[in-house]
């Protein structure tokens, strides 16, 4: 029997309806849980700020416990930036799950953070460019705008596209994000608000704020020596800064909190590596021991990785070098899974987050050809290509930027310099072996030679760590977040194991054991909060202008406060006299409260000499002086205790070859075979 046109039709229009019925499902369910999620950042946007202004406390008893602001500070305060994390991972998040990378939750996040970071950046700089620079709940509003255009993309995107999360995603798997993060931001709340900016701190925060006023994070050579960072392979960290400047304001913790995102998305590199191994499952209680190494590697980055004598920043290097490595991990992953389009991402991310990626992306490449079979020939040629693209387009950007009215990259920390830092080399610091295997958790150090137990990527990684360790150990002149990678490239190389029977359960004890041993050993010798360069800056008025707007001449004579206090290179710096970074005294001088009380003046040139100053320096833009001597005295002669950790304290020879060069028998100079390899007949 024929059907009428009736049933024909009732057939037809529930076929027609099914596609937006399916959109609208992918719509409206992850629309809820990203509202609910961004509500206490929407809610409680000054949090962070209010917070901030509290630094007094960490002068008052222990700066770690202080009850009469508790819910501020260990309650609001994480809670802000957990939901400040998801709302700039938000747009990603929904593109990748569009663009089908949401096999796992881990996947999801990487792809999702790296994904924001592209769409993030192009729209926050056009925005600039044309003049619109929204901030607080404007700028939350922008972000939740962009996360509702995704998801449009989302629910246009076709059925087959959109992948399932394989197992769902378990409570358990979630608290292992959001927890760690409450925790962390709880635990380290003075680091995060209160601490005084150490140089390359306020250089970080500096750089991040250009891009509140201009589309490139790059300054005008009128700034003078601060122009010279970041350049390409070093800028992205300033896109996420500057997001969180907008959202908090211009307060330190703004270039502090990035840390905790980066940080989070390193651990879903880590363990989307990790589950890139066919048939592994990363369970939760080994996802917990894999947070317990990086626990370790924020107490080292927190406190230790620094080139400041009294303390480090978690701004730079920490927030920098994280990045990098969530980049450089996720680029590993997608290489695992022979994806091309996430490795291509994640490679260009990784070249410009630090100059180092030339050198990991070269060894990972090397690994893979020497130890996989079959070689991944087409996997291969396609990461080599985009090697050599990206080298030339280093090349080329630069010039471009000459022929338009924007400002040059910088060139402090390029690739080219690579060469140079083995113009002197040392052999016999065996300090450097606990670089390499306290700030993991210790077991992922130990376990690199557990060659056997290793698959071929466990193997790649570590020839990877292995060989970038050894890169930096002979130099003679390094930091200690130089060897950061090495150590924590090895968290992947352990859970990857497949962790069955006896084996597996040795493994884990070890792992607990070993990394809550690493966090003991990871503690500073002195947990005080550093604010005497708060309260220097503050005794500053600047009354030269141009600040708030970003104008290099606001930067140009910062050389002039080191006729007030010593440079960090100076003999008598930390021990018998106060030293620090221009860079630091400008913030601070530039955020001093109402009713701050000035010892030193600097004005613009040719201005009129305040009364009762004393003129100490000048230059062909401005005039410093001082108002009263016995402040000054009191600030240069300060003495303060340092707060680095007592296996990571590196000296100044070794940190500074301005400082170390002919001061040590153990350095070997080869800066003549150097000269030769480049080319340089002098």
């Given amino acids: 029997m024929g059907m009428g046109n009736a049933e024909v039709q009732a057939i037809i229009e529930p076929s027609r309806g099914m596609p937006l019925r399916n959109g609208l499902n992918r719509l409206f369910g992850p629309a809820a849980v990203l ?21 007094e406390a960490a002068e008052v008893g222990n700066p770690y416990f202080v009850p009469r602001h508790a819910v501020l500070l260990y309650v609001r305060v ?46 926050t700089s056009t925005l600039t460019a044309i003049g619109i620079a929204p901030s607080g709940r404007g700028f939350a509003t922008v972000l939740a705008l962009t996360s509702l255009a995704a998801l449009v993309v989302l629910a246009q995107a076709r059925s087959s596209a959109v992948g399932r999360i394989e197992e769902g995603v378990s409570p358990a798997t979630l608290a292992s994000y959001a927890v ?120 080292v980055m927190a406190f230790s990785a620094s080139y400041n004598p009294y303390h480090a920043d978690i701004a730079l290097p920490g927030a920098q070098d994280t990045l990098f490595l969530a980049c450089l991990l996720a680029f590993m992953g997608a290489f695992a899974d022979e994806d091309l389009p996430g490795l291509a991402l994640f490679l260009v991310l990784s070249a410009l987050a630090l100059p180092s990626w030339a050198v990991l992306i070269g060894l990972w490449l090397a690994a893979v050809v020497l130890l996989w079979r079959p070689i991944p020939w087409r996997t291969v040629v396609f990461a080599g290509g985009m090697c050599v693209l990206v080298v030339l387009a280093l090349a080329v950007v630069p010039r471009v930027l000459a022929r338009l009215p924007l400002p040059a990259p910088g060139v402090e ?60 150990y002979v130099q003679a002149y390094t930091s200690l977040h130089h060897f950061l990678p090495a150590a924590v490239i090895p968290m ?61 001449g606001s930067f140009s004579s910062g050389h002039l406060y080191w006729t007030l206090f010593g440079r960090i290179l100076s003999d008598d710096v930390p021990d018998a006299g106060y030293g620090g970074s221009p860079l630091v005294w400008n913030y601070y001088s530039n955020h001093a409260p109402e009713n701050r009380r000035a010892a030193y003046v600097i004005t613009a040139a040719a201005s009129p000499s305040p009364p009762g100053g004393i003129l100490v320096a000048s230059d062909e833009t401005a ?10 005295e009191r600030d240069r002669n300060y003495v303060e205790e340092g707060s680095l950790g007592r296996l990571f304290a590196i000296p100044k020879t070794v940190l500074f070859r301005a400082a170390g060069a002919g001061a040590d028998e153990g350095v070997h100079d080869l800066s003549g075979l150097v000269r030769r390899l480049r080319g340089d007949s002098r």
């Fill in 35 to 55: 509202l609910v999620a961004w509500a206490m950042l929407l809610i409680d946007t000054g949090a962070v700020a209010s917070a901030s202004a509290l630094y």
């Fill in 78 to 123: 994480p809670l802000v930036t957990l939901s400040a994390c998801v709302l700039i991972l938000s747009p990603g998040l929904i593109l990748a799950r569009a663009l089908g990378r949401d096999q796992s939750l881990d996947r999801l996040v990487i792809y999702g953070f790296g994904l924001s970071l592209v769409v993030l950046a192009a729209l």
């Fill in 180 to 299: 760690p993060v409450l925790i962390l931001v709880a635990a380290l709340a003075p680091k995060f608000l209160w601490e005084s900016f150490n140089g390359d701190g306020a250089h970080g925060f500096e750089a991040s704020r250009l891009l509140l006023h201009g589309p490139l994070p790059f300054w005008d050579p009128a700034a003078g020596a601060v122009s010279r960072f970041p350049g390409l392979t070093t800028m992205l960290f300033t896109f996420p800064a500057s997001w969180f400047i907008r959202l908090f304001g211009e307060v330190e913790a703004a270039v502090r909190l990035p840390f905790v995102l980066h940080l989070v998305a390193l651990y879903a590199a880590i363990c989307a590596l990790v589950r890139s191994r066919r048939g592994s499952v990363l369970v939760a209680r080994d996802r917990w021991l894999l947070w317990l190494g990086l626990a370790a590697y924020t107490l």
């Fill in 413 to 472: 920390h390029t690739s080219g310099q690579l060469l140079e830092r083995f113009q002197y080399v040392r052999l016999t610091d065996w300090q450097r072996w606990l670089f390499l295997i306290v700030p993991g958790g210790i077991l992922p150090a130990l376990y690199l030679i557990a060659w056997k137990r290793q698959d071929a990527v466990a193997r790649a990684l570590t020839i990877v760590a292995v060989g970038y360790f050894l890169f930096f």
């Fill in 492 to 552: 992947a190389t352990l859970w990857r194991d497949d962790l069955q029977g006896a084996g597996g359960r040795r493994l884990r004890i070890g792992a607990l054991g070993l990394g809550v041993l690493a966090v003991v050993l990871a503690l500073p010798a002195n947990s005080g909060i550093h604010l005497h360069g708060k309260h220097v800056g503050y005794s500053i008025e600047d009354r030269r202008g141009g600040y708030d707007e970003g104008e290099p």
């Fill in 623 to 632: 005039d410093l002086y001082v108002l009263d001597e016995s402040v000054w």
